[in-house]
């Protein structure tokens, strides 16, 4: 089924409106874009806040409650976002 450009101007203004829905979502939830990684990752703000900080401890904390993951790989996890944050 061929778009004509109507169409697809159509498509693009509504994407476009869903990201911007989505990002005033993630900003309401407290896991805003700063905290977005390469790979889309969402990380929250609590996570680079805390980094930022110089707050290790707390931010493993905050990445554990919000992935669900073990001590060591949230470790590993926050020690990569904040070798990415420098």
């Known amino acids: 089924m061929p778009v004509d450009d109507q169409a697809f101007a159509t498509l693009q203004a509504e994407v476009a409106r869903q990201k911007t829905l989505i990002d005033n ?7 805003g874009q700063l905290g977005a990684a390469a790979d889309g990752e969402v990380i929250p703000d609590a996570v680079t806040d805390a980094i930022r900080a110089g707050q290790l401890i707390a931010a493993i904390k905050a990445y554990r409650q919000f992935t669900g993951l073990g001590l060591k790989d949230a470790k590993d996890r926050v020690e990569e976002i904040a070798r990415g944050l420098q």
């Open 25 to 31: 979502l993630y900003k309401h939830l407290g896991i």
